[in-house]
């Protein structure tokens, strides 16, 4: 089923974790800081990352912000702090979800296989089947979202999504101009197992805009309803 990282610095925490993962079937990788945790991340290639923010050698944040410049495994951010701004700075740097100490353990594993599945189920979303209705390459002004290759380019220039970010992207482009609730794209991006908040639609939408608009505050593709929800639009 593949290998799990599991960073904490707190050996029993670690321990507790890897023993239920192994018990659903998951392989583990455990690392108590940041510096091994990076190294493993990077040479052992897990299908997902438990991380912890409070580490020795690297904290939490900086080890997801260079593993996002190499990889987009989907990362699960672990925190003892209750402050909002903490969980925001995750989702910031690329984190796909976050869990607040201290968590129960069914939780933690229905976070764990809600993040798999959305993983595994990127290419039946993302890449939907050619029709006449659906191409392959979307065109929006000097956007273009090849959804062969997975490749979305604006302005001659290649743009780096993570996984969540590009199936967002996408499911606002296939169906541009229509208005979906922060609820709604929990649902259809995030999964209906997802068990996050509204905030982290906000968030991510928040990270897509600054990769993918030329002014992030004064977005020409991904728009907000006020009070409403997203959209993106096709006016061009």
């Not at 672990?78 to 701004?85: D, F, G, Q």
């Not at 607040?100 to 993040?115: C, D, Y």
């Not at 897509?208 to 929800?229: A, F, H, M, N, W």
Request: proline residues 4%; contains cysteine.
């Amino acid at each position: 089923m593949g290998k799990i990282l599991i960073v904490d610095d707190e050996k029993n925490i670690v321990d507790i974790i890897a023993y239920n993962l192994k018990k659903e079937g998951y392989e583990t990788l455990e690392a108590y800081d940041g510096k091994t945790a990076l190294n493993l991340a990077l040479s052992e290639n897990p299908i997902l990352i438990l991380l912890d923010v409070m580490m020795p050698e690297l904290d939490g944040f900086s080890v997801c912000t260079e593993v996002r410049k190499k990889s987009q495994v989907p990362i699960i951010m672990l925190t003892a702090r209750v402050e909002e701004i903490d969980k925001v700075m995750g989702l910031e740097l690329g984190a796909d979800d976050y869990m607040t100490k201290p968590f129960g353990v069914k939780e933690l594993i229905a976070r764990v296989k809600a993040n798999l599945r959305r993983q595994d189920l990127l290419d039946e979303t993302a890449k939907p089947p050619a029709s006449p209705e659906r191409p392959q390459i979307l065109t929006f002004k000097d956007l273009t979202i090849n959804l062969t290759l997975y490749e979305v380019i604006r302005g001659g220039n290649l743009i780096d999504l993570t996984n969540l970010e590009y199936k967002l992207l996408i499911h606002l482009a296939i169906n541009n101009d229509q208005i979906f609730s922060r609820e709604d794209l929990l649902k259809y991006v995030w999964g209906y197992e997802y068990l996050g908040d509204v905030r982290t639609v906000d968030v991510t939408i928040r990270r897509l805009r600054t990769k993918l608009e030329e002014i992030p505050d004064d977005p020409q593709y991904v728009l907000t309803k006020r009070s409403v929800g997203y959209y993106f639009t096709r006016d061009y």
